[in-house]
Antibody
Framework: EVQLVQSGPEVKKPGESLKISCKGSGFTFTSYWIAWVRQMPGKGLEWMGIIYPGDSDTRYTPSFQGQITISADRSITTAYLQWGSLKASDTAMYYC????????????WGQGTLLTVSS | QSVLTQPPSASGTPGQRVTISCSGSSPNIGNNYVCWYQQLPGTAPKLLIYRNTQRPSGVPDRFSGSKSGTSASLAISGLRSEDEADYYCAAWDNSLSGWVFGGGTKLTVL
């Protein structure tokens, strides 16, 4: 069974750093792309970027470039989304999702990680 | 402001057929497949339709998708109370080299 299991909810202060995770199982992790998608409170879905764990090829959508870092550890079939300095506007639900090719359908999604950034 | 345009809301009574539209442009819907996601309250999006018209295993055939030019539609027939959810269209955008989504349509079953 394909599963993407994300790390738990986080409460952080502005300026703090954070790394959340997405562990894949039930499929060959290094043969799929893993994307990250943001959903701000009461809002729609926004594609942030994507990584191919097979060779660590990583792409970011322009609005998130420089704001986040996407990485992966093939040995533990886990992808990560990282912030160096959080802002209140980063408060959102973050989902990981997989696709079998660059630009192909995001078919399985993680359960989401809720991030709250507040002073 | 989402790249793809959906109506913010739709509604229908049990048993009815409803359609949700999604409008885009040449770099996205016009030249790529469209997919649709269902997001039940408090849950992650679930793939409903891919490659414009295809249903993943387990998705009832009450759900169907279509595409024409730079627009797409999701149709739900035999509406049921459990269909009450947010529905999002999505497509790859060649200009942005990324996925773009509609703003979502909240479906209410009256």
């Amino acid at each position: 069974e394909v599963q993407l299991v994300q790390s738990g909810p986080e409460v952080k202060k502005p300026g703090e750093s954070l790394k959340i995770s997405c562990k894949g199982s039930g499929f060959t992790f290094t043969s799929y792309w893993i994307a990250w998608v943001r959903q701000m409170p009461g809002k729609g879905l926004e594609w942030m970027g994507i990584i191919y764990p097979g060779d660590s090829d990583t792409r970011y959508t322009p609005s998130f470039q420089g704001q986040i870092t996407i990485s992966a550890d093939r040995s533990i079939t886990t992808a990560y989304l990282q912030w160096g300095s959080l802002k209140a506007s980063d408060t959102a639900m973050y989902y990981c999702a997989r696709s079998d090719d660059f630009g192909s359908t995001l078919d399985y999604w993680g359960q989401g990680t809720l991030l709250t950034v507040s002073s | 402001q989402s790249v793809l345009t959906q109506p913010p809301s739709a509604s229908g009574t049990p048993g009815q057929r409803v359609t949700i539209s999604c409008s885009g442009s040449s770099p996205n819907i016009g030249n790529n497949y469209v997919c649709w996601y269902q997001q039940l309250p408090g849950t992650a999006p679930k793939l409903l339709i891919y490659r414009n018209t295809q249903r993943p295993s387990g998705v009832p055939d009450r759900f169907s998708g279509s595409k024409s030019g730079t627009s797409a539609s999701l149709a739900i027939s035999g509406l049921r109370s459990e269909d009450e959810a947010d529905y999002y269209c999505a497509a790859w955008d060649n200009s942005l080299s990324g996925w773009v989504f509609g703003g979502g349509t909240k479906l209410t079953v009256l």
